[in-house]
């Protein structure tokens, strides 16, 4: 996604149109002040949501587990008796 640069008050002044190209995907803004990034507007959750790995993926990655994996640590076995 093409990101553009767009000053304070330009993203004042058209905020309903940088929205509606948002939406769209055609770009995301880098809004300034005095030529300072200090905001950004994108899709809410557009990159994260691609990057997701499917379900089940680490399948068969883990070599080995032990078999008293989930007892108690000896600091809690009084405990947990």
Do not use: N
């Not at 950004?40 to 993926?57: D, N």
Request: overall charge negative; hydrophobic content about 40%.
């Amino acid at each position: 996604m093409k990101i553009q640069e767009a000053g304070l008050f330009e993203a004042k002044t058209h905020l309903s149109e940088m929205v509606a190209k948002v939406e769209k995907g055609e770009v995301a803004y880098r809004i300034t002040r005095r030529g300072k990034p200090v905001a950004e507007l994108r899709p809410i959750g557009g990159e994260r949501e691609r990057a997701r790995l499917p379900f089940g993926y680490g399948a068969g990655t883990v070599p080995f587990i032990a078999p008293d994996f989930d007892a108690p640590l000896d600091d809690l076995r009084e405990y947990m008796e």
